[in-house]
């Protein structure tokens, strides 16, 4: 059974950076794809980047391209997400994910972080 649990969320100001990590445990292999999503208050959850690990194949949203970049570490089983340019409207708990595809079927879920972006 596959365990995620994320770090590195916090409070910056706007154009500022942050980089969240995802510690995978037990059976990762045997996943296709690890997630970042991010639910504001009163929104959706939304898939915010995304990454294969035997392909390197990625995913993003409009909203954080050429702002985000999401990368992994086969040795650590981590997944990052850097976060640059930062703004108001990224403001959200971030949830890491793992699952079957690129974009949609996550199943297994972090505790999620909280990220708040002050203008």
């Known amino acids: 059974q596959v365990q995620l649990v994320e770090s590195g969320g916090g409070l910056v100001q706007a154009g500022g950076s942050l980089r969240l990590s995802c510690a995978a445990s037990?059976?990762?292999?045997?996943?296709?794809?690890m997630g970042w999503f991010r639910q504001a208050p009163g929104k959706e959850r939304e898939l915010v980047a995304s990454i294969s690990w035997s392909a390197g194949r990625t995913y993003y949203a409009d909203s954080v391209k050429g702002r985000f970049t999401i990368s992994q570490d086969n040795a650590k089983n981590t997944v990052y997400l850097q976060m640059n340019t930062l703004k108001p409207e990224d403001t959200a708990v971030y949830y890491c994910?793992?699952?079957?595809?690129?974009?949609?079927?996550?199943?297994?879920w972090g505790q999620g972080t909280q990220v708040t972006v002050s203008s």
């Open positions: 037990g059976r990762i292999f045997s996943r296709y794809a």
């Open positions: 994910a793992a699952g079957p595809s690129l974009v949609e079927r996550y199943d297994t």
